[in-house]
């Protein structure tokens, strides 16, 4: 990874009502701590509604990946409030669609087949993250 | 009356079209001549969570009332797709394929399931609801679905 | 329109990824939610309720809500105040914690023994609030 890389900012959706918000989450947990340490970094979704500046300057200044818990799309309406076009949004449950015999449960924790399902999804956006660090189309 | 009747749990806000017939199964007809579209209620589609997978019939089925046509799968249940009346599938929604969450985001509308040719619908619509009785029988079932939760 | 409601009361969480105390937040909000008061309390997703989700705002515009953050920024709070008027109850994390003189939380997921030692004794607090809450004895 050149030195020059940029960060990208990994959003989940945070919802606590899913467990699709809880694979978003997780998902994003593992792109940055495992796969892409030191290059995806993440704000609280909510901190960029209540204005905060070093949230907004975050996903204004890198790009955004958007992972989203619901069709409601939280995370990526959040983001186009700031007048920013995420570079890439993914609904969580296609991660479940793609990966039939990993069904996930848990909502605050996620189990272990939802554990695995975020280790999978996150290996797999780890292309979607490199092209945007090196400064691929926004 | 409106386009919804509509009834208040908690925070959801449960939704009933009206001018559609309802099975007790939990799922609509829109009738249109002889032909009617299908799909679940607002009540099925809140239940069962986030569809995931949807497994559809064939264009030229036949079932008949009460019948199954297809599976739903969500993360916390697969059920079979129940026609509210007979006849023959002479259409799938051609949205189901690549966007079935609009069973979730729009079901009274742009997710409906199937265009189905009514083979016996004076007969079907003995055995249907009109939306205010619906409502009444969705209301028993909410209770009863917060009861469990 | 009809209406089967009994009264609530709305549990919103901080979801704070980034930082730890939103994750012992989220833990905290879920037991109370699942096992301690799941009769009682209802959540609200936050970030849909600030991304105009009708049905998380009416429900906290028309019952009481328990706001819990994980930090000073306080974005539960002041984002229900904004939308639906002030919350029963704002319950901040870090200040609990000093109150029973435990450490600030250092994971953001795979709480230690201790820390989920912590998302207990935090849910109990919630769940004592929504008790005053219901019971009219809110201070």
């Known amino acids: 990874m050149s030195q020059k890389a940029k960060k990208v900012v990994v959003l989940p959706c945070s919802g606590i009502g899913k467990v699709y918000g809880a694979l978003a989450r997780e998902t994003a947990y593992e792109l940055m701590d495992r796969v892409r340490p030191g290059v995806v970094v993440t704000t609280c979704l909510p901190l960029l509604v209540i204005e905060d500046s070093e949230a907004k300057q975050l996903v204004t200044a890198n790009p955004v990946i958007t992972i989203d818990g619901c069709p409601k799309s939280c995370a990526q309406k959040s983001v186009e409030a700031q007048g920013v076009t995420p570079a890439q949004s993914f609904q969580a449950i296609n991660f479940y669609k793609a990966h039939k015999d990993l069904k996930p449960d848990g909502i605050a924790e996620l189990d272990e087949n939802g554990r695995r399902l975020a280790a999978i999804a996150a290996d797999e956006l780890a292309r979607v993250v490199d092209d945007l660090a090196a400064g691929g189309v926004r | 009356m409106g386009e919804f009747l509509e009834t208040t749990y908690d925070k959801f806000v449960f939704k009933v079209r009206t001018g559609y017939f309802y099975s007790q199964d939990d799922f609509w007809a829109d009738v249109d001549g002889d032909s009617a579209l299908i799909g679940v209620s607002d009540f099925l589609q809140k239940a069962k969570g986030d569809v995931a997978f949807l497994e559809t019939a064939e264009v030229g089925t036949e079932v008949k009332q009460g019948g199954e046509i297809g599976k739903i799968e969500t993360i916390k249940a697969t059920f079979g797709i129940l026609s509210p009346v007979s006849g023959k599938v002479i259409e799938v929604n051609p949205e189901m394929e690549s966007n079935s969450y609009l069973i979730n985001e729009d079901c009274y509308g742009a997710g409906w399931i199937y265009k189905i040719q009514l083979a016996d619908f004076d007969n079907d619509r003995a055995n249907l609801l009109a939306a205010d009785k619906y409502l009444d029988l969705m209301q028993g079932k909410i209770a009863e679905e917060m009861k469990n939760k | ?139």
Do not use: W
């Not at chain 3, 028309?62 to 904004?82: H, L, M, W």
């Open chain 3, 1 to 139: 329109m009809i209406s089967l409601e009994v009264l609530k009361v709305g549990i919103v969480s901080c979801s704070g990824e980034a930082v730890c105390e939103g994750t012992l937040s989220r833990i905290a909000c879920r037991r109370v939610l699942d096992d301690i008061r799941p009769a009682e309390t209802v959540t609200i997703c936050l970030p849909l309720f600030l991304a105009g989700g009708k049905e998380e705002r009416e429900f906290a515009a028309r019952y009481p809500t328990i706001t819990v953050d994980g930090c000073e920024k306080r974005c539960a709070q002041k984002s229900t105040e904004k939308l639906s008027g002030k919350p029963a109850r704002s319950i901040l994390i870090p200040e609990i914690l000093k109150k029973h003189g435990l450490e600030a939380p250092t994971s953001l997921r795979d709480l230690s023994p201790e820390e989920k030692a912590s998302a207990q004794l935090v849910a109990e607090e919630i769940a004592r609030a929504v008790d005053e809450i219901l019971n009219g004895t809110e201070g």
